[in-house]
């Protein structure tokens, strides 16, 4: 999903209103998939983004989601060595894995 500055000047807005839609405009599913493999702390979550999932995100948009998403009972946090670990709870994993489905669902819809 990384894409060049020629890339972005030959792609519609509607296809980079989408791109944004599914990569930050989500971050809660990347974040649970990272979440689901291992623990981890807020600052390198985004590090891990770039590379598994090959976009940009911004640290505090990060810290933002991370705060709404352990409201929401899909993630719990931990103090371990002076940092805030991150995992997923049980309903996160169960979240994530109905979001996965609907967005091959939606995928597959579209032939």
């Known amino acids: 999903m990384l894409r060049n500055n020629t890339m972005k000047a030959q792609e519609s807005k509607a296809l980079r209103r989408l791109t944004e839609s599914l990569t930050t405009g989500n971050l809660w599913l990347p974040i649970l998939s990272l979440l689901k493999k291992r623990d981890c702390y807020a600052y390198e979550i985004p590090k891990l983004i770039r590379k598994q999932f090959g976009f940009d995100m911004n640290l ?3 810290y933002l989601v991370l705060y709404k998403m352990e ?24 979240e994530l894995e109905k979001g996965k489905k609907l967005l091959s ?7």
């Open 60 to 62: 505090i948009m990060g």
């Open 105 to 111: 669902k939606t995928a597959i819809g579209f032939g």
């Open 71 to 94: 409201a929401d009972g899909l993630i719990s946090s931990y103090h371990k060595e002076r940092k805030k670990y991150y995992k997923t709870t049980p309903f996160g994993r169960k």
